[in-house]
Every structure is written in C-alpha cells, then in structure tokens.
C-alpha cells in the first residue's frame, strides 16, 4: 500500500540534475519534513530536454537523468531517509523531435502512414492520406537526399514515405497539437493499446512499489479524462491532475483522484494578501499611465479570438471540417464563424462530454452560457441552435458526431490557455501579482469569508487535493507576488514612484501594457540583472503577441525594448530609487510572503513546497525559475535553526514556518485530515487576521500589514479561542489564554499555537 502524502517536493530534473543529484537531497528533504520528493517527468525526452515534457520514448528511462539503474539507486537512497516518489506523467503529447528517427512510433508512421502498427498512437487525420510534418523554413525550401534518408537541417525523413515535408506556417497541419507546438504531436491514450504501452515503465515501477504517486499533465488534452483516470484507478497511490479551474469552476466529482496540482490554491491565497482597497486606485492609475482598459472583459474577448484566428488555425480548420460533413446544406465559412463565437466565449477550459453519455448539468450550463454570449454577436441565431445540440453530443450518433464532441473539447482548452493566460495575460497588467496560471486578472483580492468557505469545501470534498504557491509554470514566484500585493495598500505611492522612474528614464519605446509590467517586474523581482530582464522581456513582448511574437518577430522593436531596459538598470540614481522604494515596502512583503506560505502550508490539502521556495523565492517565468538552486546553504541554514539559532531574515524565517508546518504535518497527519476551523479575531484591528484551526494546532497569519501600521497595530484585537495556554512552536513563546495579538504576533507575523501541556 502506498504511502500517503503529507508534504511533497518538486524538483525539475535537467542534464547535470538528475537522479544522482536528486538522491544526494535525500537528508535534506527528510529534514525538512516532506514525505514525497516530487519529480519532473523522467521518460527518455529529446536529448538534451530542459523540463522532460516531449518524451521520445515510453519504454525507458531518460538517459540524460541516469537511466532506470540510476532511477532505482535514486529510489533506495530517498526510501532509506523514509521519502517516497511521485512523477510526473505526460499523456496527452509525445515529441516529433529532430532527427525525426529518436521517435520509432513516429518515424514508422512517416515510413508506413495509416498502414503502420503505430498509426493508432497518434491524433492524425487521414483524409490526405500522408501526415504533414511543418519543418520547413519556406515554402519553397525541401529535403535533400542522402542515401535511404532526406535531410533537412537537423532534420531527417524516410525516403518514399507517407508524409509531406511542409512550410512551418501550413495551415493544413493535420494532427493534434500541445496547444500550438507542432513538435508535439497528441497521444490516442484513450486507446488501450496505446495506453498500456505509454504506461507500462511507469505503471511497472508503481507496482514495484518505487513510484507512489502521479501528477497527471494535461488533462484537458486527453479524449475522456474521467476515462483516463480510471484506467489509472488500481492501486496506483496518490494522483493529482493538473487541472485549471476557472472562477468558481469545481473539480468533476467522479474523476478518480486526489484532486488538483493547486492552482486554484494558489488564487485564493495569494487574494488574501490583496487590499480590495487598492483595486479602484490602481485601475485608475493602470489606465492612466497606460491608456488601457478599466476592464480585464473586453481584452480577454479580443486574445481569445486572436488565439482562434492567427494560432490555432489548424485546430479550428479540423474541426469545421468535421462539422461541414454533420451539416452538408451549411456554408462552411458560416460554421466556421459559429464554432470560433462558442470557443470565444467558452466560460471554462472545457466541459466534460462523453459521447453517448447524457450531458452533465454543469457541462450543459457551461455550453449555455457560450452559445448565449455567441449568439449577441453572430448574425444567424438559427445556425448556432444547430451546432450547440451536437457540442453537446445531443440528437443522434456516428462516428463523426462522437468526434466533433471530443475535439470541440480538445480545442477550447488550448483556445483558453493559448487566448487568456500566454496572451491576455500579458496584454493587461494593472497588478501584475493576479496574471497568474489558473487565476483571474479581474479578481482583485479574496475576502477572509470566502478563503473560509474555500476551504470548507476541500476539506469536505478533496482533502488530499495538492496545494502549491509556485510551480515550474508559474508566471513569477510567491514571493514577487506577495511584494507586488504591497501595492494594493500603497497606490499613491507606487504610482508616484513609477512617475518618477519613467521620468529619469529615457523615454520608452515600449509598448505602455509592457512599460508599466517592465517596472512592476523590477520592483518584485529586484534585484533583479539585465540578464534576466532581458530574458523576461522578450518572453513577455512575445506572449503579448501584440508588436512582436514568436512567430512574426519585429526584431528592430524586441532591440528597442532591450536596450531600453539595458539603459533603466544602468542609470544608478534611477536604480537607487528602486532599491530605496523596495525597501520601503521590504517589510510588508515579508509579512506577507511569511503569512502566505503558512496558510498554504496549513489549510486543507497536501503543500507542495517548488524547489529552493523554502527560502525567498523571486524567480520569474521559466526558464528564469529552473536556475540551480543552492543547496548548501539551505542545509546549513537548516541546521543552525534546528541548533536554536534565531532567523536572520526573510530566508531563515521562511525555511523556519516551512520546515516546522511540514513536519508538524508529519507527525500529526490526524490534525491535518479532518476539518478545517475558521477562528474569529475580535477587535479593532480583527480584519487583518486570518487564523483557522487543524485538528491540534491553530494557526494565526497577519494580512494587509501596511494597513494595520496605519491603524496603530493590534490594540485590543484577540483570538476568540478557549483553552489554553498556548504554545508558539515557531517563537518557542507561550501565552495565557484569551491570546492578544499584539503579544503573539510580537516577534513573528505568524503564529504556529498548540496548547500548552
């Protein structure tokens, strides 16, 4: 029987990072108190492969990491310190690398097309009978020959194959994307075939009892995630998906799993450190210095249909294919408008329709809701009353209805990732904290109550849901977004302090959305080097899609904005400012960076703590937050709070709450398993508490500190709690009961309490 989580680990294995290097952490890990070391795939992916995520080969282990032997030694060192392992498994994609032969499944597709054993591993549309293969640089580029191959650059192809070599940009492409990345191409893992021999190394090394748990990526891409899942369902430990729930969207109730990777956590904690205060003076001050939108709405409509229009073209052109044989009488371009409108106003990821199944309600609700924001702007209401039933897989089956359901799926989801976090998100920066994976722009800040009622729910519903504050995905780390929050409380400030930055500064040739992000990236990542600046920069003007992007560069404009910024950090008076308003709201930052981490660690759920996020973490977007992580200091630092040592700074007293919540989680699983306890504040100053209890241990975080600065602290706001005296296990103070917070919140803004024997 597996063991059940309490506290996982993520690492990102990488050549140079893997299996060895992971097993030399076994102390350390053990020490800090996780009970699974939580692993980035480690499937045989492109040589070379930073994050593991376009496997080559499902039947072996990644070289580059150790192989299987290293794997395994890897395994017993971690069991030896009392950790287990969870991974990260990739279903929905497989990798077209170059050279092409490093797929054998794809390369005997190239060779054989619809006729080889490996065609029913792949989402591909047979109707032109080759597979398009969109390699090449220009139209009118092709293969050269050499030998029993082609060669094109990295390139390599079978000769006399069914496929077609063919420009990047084809919009003919005809199979399955990861969202826009034609280099990887969909798995059909709904097929058992397929599905055993995907799995097989993993599922073997679960039954051996070396794997006890799995982070399914991707859901949203599979065909029938219920289905997936329970083909997963035996005795396979603990499994999460990495499922974005949007606004109040809930998990499906019969998928068979933990529960999420934690992004909806990671919302609503973060929200909590908002000001809701701050929200109407920093929308003026957004359109103000920016000329953009009071409203996040109309920007998300417009990247939306940007990501049906110019990205995923192939996608949409598939699927009105489809939808033109269910209804012949139709004018194709007249479909093709209708499909766009429902995917554009897709409220959700996706709904989860399963062909010959009834709709469930929520599905039907999500799809209602699309087909009524369609219909205000499309011109023939009778067509779409049409489509919606066959979304919806309503009236009648075949095989090309039962299709057209499963992809409409398959599309809105890459649509809404594509459109709203990797466009919208850096299209409209009015606090840059909320842009987040899985979050809502317009969602300014989390009441108390609602945080509250959040977790009610887990608790009741999906109690070993995971819950993070910063994965290899996120767009920037916890605690850039818990300094960013500080400007909630401080507006006037901020905004006067950008005025002054833009001012010394020469002036922008940057777009203004990417000049007001440029500043509030400085200040919450600072310091921050003109590496790293440049390296978030061009990701952002590119994901922004709106002068520049990945696929139509304006490289005169990307070197304006580079220099640009090359120019802010190397003005010392100008940087000197920065460095004195970042200190200016240092301590808020720590206050919040501390009282997020141990409401995360604490509430319903099992923490997930991402690599070197122990300590501060101020990385941004990958590959930003894949840098080495020093090791070293963090034993040490362990090592002397463990001697008694006091913390010295925002570090130490994070790796302080870190290590003693998941240890405490260790040793008191039953506290942590049960119900989750609001506790009530009394007082002038109750609103910036947040406390609730565990089982054993109640556990008390301070929220909007500038604000409670500003009020004169604490006064006379105590705990409601009885019982007592009560036992700091963070200060090693105690307290009587009837807890004042201006006593227990003296030393830390956190408490950790346990009654006292």
Known sequence: MSRRPTGTYRLQLRRGFGFAEAGELAGYLAALGVSHVYLSPILQATPGSAHGYDVVDHARISDDLGGEEGFRAMAARMREHGLSIIVDVVPNHMAIPAPESLNRQFWDVMRRGA????ARWFDIDWSQGVVVVPVLGSPDDEPRPDGDVLRYHDH????EGRYRPAYWREPALNYRRFFDISSLIGLRVEDPEVFDATHAVLLRLVDQGLIDGLRIDHP??????????RRLERPRGWVVVEKILTGDEPL???WPCAGTTGY?????VGGLFVDPAGEKPLTEAYSALT?????FTEVERVARRFAAERILVPEVRRLTALLTRILPEEDPGALREVLVELLVAMPVYRAYLVPGEEPPAQA?????????EARAVLPDGDLLDKVVPLVLGLGGRDETRDEFVVRFQQTSAPMTAKGVEDTAFYRWSRLAALNEVGGDPA???????DFHAYCARIAADWPRTMTTLSTHDTKRQEDVRARLAVLSELPDEWVAAVGRWRSRAPESPLEPDLDYLMWQTIAGAWPLPPDRLREYLTKAMREAKTRTSWTDGDPAYEEAVLAHADAVLSDPTLTADVERFVQRITPYARVNSLGQKLVQLAMPGVPDVYQGCELTGLSLVDPDNRRPVDYAHRRELLADLDAGTTPADLDGEKLLVTSRLLRMREQHPEWFDGPYDPVAATGSAAAHAVAFRRGGVVIVATRLPAGLERRGGWADTHLDLPGGPWHDVLTDQSYPSGLELSGVLRLLPVAVLIEAA
Do not use: N, T
């Open 364 to 372: 039907l609700e999500i799809v209602a809701q699309a087909a009524a």
């Open 252 to 254: 499906p109730g019969d």
């Open 264 to 268: 909806d956590a990671l919302g609503m």
């Open 220 to 229: 949203d891409g599979l065909a029938d995630p219920r289905g997936y899942l």
């Open 156 to 159: 390599v192809f079978p000769r």
């Open 291 to 295: 000329g953009g939108p009071a409203d």
């Open 115 to 118: 006729d080889s054993p490996y």
């Open 443 to 449: 969602r300014f800040a989390v009441a108390p109550e």
